[in-house]
């Protein structure tokens, strides 16, 4: 399995004393939090983060935003692809992971976040 390893220990670090799960899917390694998709690190040192479908327009229009396709087909609402160099600081970084817990949370009954 091919992933970006820095990127993949970047996210490791954001999600530090939460209960998560590492898989290999989309091409890379998933970070599973509650047993739900939270986040991607790919080959290319992209992000690909789960995140509400309602805020999806908004969230595309941040820079290095993208919807993603796998196969050739574009993928439902609520995926994104956040292009290396935009999650390149952890501030970013952290931000894109934050929409991607709260989404988590949401779809998961309130499960478990890390502190702020």
Do not use: H
Request: glycine share 10%; proline share 4%.
């Amino acid at each position: 399995m091919a992933y970006d390893r820095e990127l993949a220990d970047r996210i490791r670090a954001v999600l530090s004393g939460l209960p998560v799960r590492e898989v290999s899917m989309f091409g890379g390694l998933t970070f599973m939090i509650n047993d739900r998709i939270t986040a991607t690190a790919n080959s290319a040192g992209d992000l690909m983060v789960r995140c509400d479908p309602v805020r999806v327009e908004d969230l595309l229009d941040r820079d290095g935003a993208q919807w993603p396709s796998m196969r050739g087909r574009r993928m439902s609402k609520g995926w994104i692809v956040v292009e290396s160099a935009r999650v390149e600081s952890g501030e970013d970084l952290r931000s894109w992971i934050e929409e991607a817990l709260d989404y988590n949370a949401k779809a998961s009954g309130g499960g478990p976040r890390p502190a702020a």
